[in-house]
């Protein structure tokens, strides 16, 4: 390990940053070799996407299939929301593991947990064939799916952010949201595409094989990348600052972070609260707009267009947040904002456009609501929850932020049938009251963003350099910090130079 980063505070940082970029000059790596341990970290997420959102229409399945048993059971809800009990789950626990044991191994352990729930929930049957039994078996198996789908984001994600501070200074950020939220949204939209291709193909007299087989499909993302995963290392930064083989001063680490934590915590909640809650319910909300004769493929297909808008404002928000003039802190400001004053001017024409004639028109107004979430805090909430603390506790810092998100998509998903239910018999107030609540939770947000800090290209470099200082000026002994693995001339690839 370099003797400087063992010793920081009888150094400058920018002594310390002079060292590093010096030391990746000498490294030789190819652009492949850079990118590729981006991808394998970060595109599993596109399960996490698809098994979520295809559980939408497969709820809408579920509920023509078996009228009585699934429609007057708690099934309903817990099919749809059970998942996310286990993400939360999987995000602490993997959290911990990811910090201290090993990034890789707890990737590859959620991936081979995910392939086996997938496959199983797509199989899953009761005893004598009875509903009551495939639902209980159903809903166990998105339990423990959940579980694997949750240590994608300590482990996954948080390897993504450090292998991007390998890549060429000015795309960091793009390449983190581009194998991030890019792949969950996009695995929205293939999930409805896929949901509606299935019912078409079986026809809506064999919904029974069509639901199965929407499942299924979820199999096949999670094992494309499972050669690339077993083939994965630990992130140079993880060999260099983490705190596997020492004792976490845990005091300290509260003291330093809380706050921090708090507000991306708070951010998230109120992101995932609306993302994931609307998603969840679009099918059923075309369905009732559509009316009762439609048949399901048309509201599936409306659902196509809808999960369609999330696509260019995650990849705009990719590409802003790595502009100098604005950063990934001003892009979700403004995209919580703006959604904000859609949500209410959606609200206010609710009236009009609550009517089957108008669909068009409240699937594009929608759609926009839901593209701006993604530009904003879709693209960029992981992206701070990973660079705004230090390697050594990142996994559990970004497991807790991430956790207190599902815990609002778990929430908002019961709050949005409470909030529609309450309205009664008034179909007004019951579509456009949850929007009421999603954009004044938006503005809540933009006013946290605030509280921020600054997220540079190398923030991730300097803040374990602001941490290491921290630890040693309080006692701690920060040349215990790393694998032991990692020499001078290999230290630090996180200040990044031009890919060969």
Known sequence: MSEK?????????????????GSIAQTEKGRWERLWPVIACGAGLFS??????????????????????????????????????????????????????????????????????????????????????????????????????GGEYPAGSVGCAESTGELKEGSRNKWFI??????????????????????????????????RICLGIGVIPPLSL??????????????????????????????????????????????DFSAYSFGIYATSILANLLGDDAPLWKSLAWNILINFFYIPGCLAGAFVADLKSMGPKKTLCIGVILQGIIGFIMAGCYPYLNKPENVAGFVVVYGV??????????????????????????????????????????????????????????????????????????????????????IGQSTIDEEDIKFREYLASHGYDTSKLGLGSVSASSSDENVAVEPK
Not at 5 to 21: K, M, N, T
Not at 182 to 208: C, K, M, P
Not at 234 to 250: G, I, L
């Open 5 to 21: 980063l063992e010793a920081p505070d009888a150094q400058h940082p920018a002594e310390v940053e002079a060292a590093r970029r």
């Open 178 to 211: 581009l194998f991030t939220n890019v792949q969950i949204d996009l695995a929205f939209l293939i999930s409805a595409i896929v949901a509606t291709i299935v019912v078409v193909a079986t026809g809506e007299n064999h919904l029974r094989a069509a639901w």
């Open 369 to 454: 609501f839901l593209m701006l979430g993604e530009f904003g805090p879709g693209d960029n909430i992981g992206l701070i929850a990973s660079k705004t603390c230090a390697t050594g506790i990142r996994g559990q810092y970004y497991g807790i932020a991430a956790a207190m998100g599902k815990i609002g998509a778990f929430s908002g998903s019961y709050a949005l049938d409470a909030i529609q239910k309450a309205a009664g018999d008034d179909e007004i107030a019951a579509g456009r009251n949850p929007f009421f609540v999603a954009s004044a939770l938006a503005f809540l947000a933009a006013a946290l963003v605030l509280l921020l800090p600054y």
């Open 48 to 149: 996490d996407g698809y098994l979520n959102n295809i559980i939408g229409p497969v709820n809408t399945m579920l509920k023509t299939i078996y009228p009585d048993s699934y429609v007057n059971s708690s099934a309903q809800a817990n099919v749809s929301s059970i998942t996310f009990a286990g993400t939360v789950l999987g995000m602490l626990f993997f959290g911990y593991t990811s910090d201290h044991f090993s990034r890789k191994w707890s990737l590859l352990v959620s991936t081979l947990i995910i392939i086996l729930f997938a496959a199983l929930g797509a199989g899953s049957y009761g005893a004598g064939g009875s509903p009551t039994g495939l639902l209980a078996a159903l809903v166990a198996y998105r339990f423990f799916l959940g579980i694997g789908i």
């Open 226 to 271: 499972l050669y690339l995963r077993v083939k994965l290392e630990e992130p140079e930064a993880y060999k260099r600052e983490s705190m596997a083989h020492t004792k976490t001063p845990w005091l300290l680490v509260i003291k330093y972070y809380w706050f921090r934590l708090s507000i991306v915590s708070i951010i998230w909640f109120i992101y």
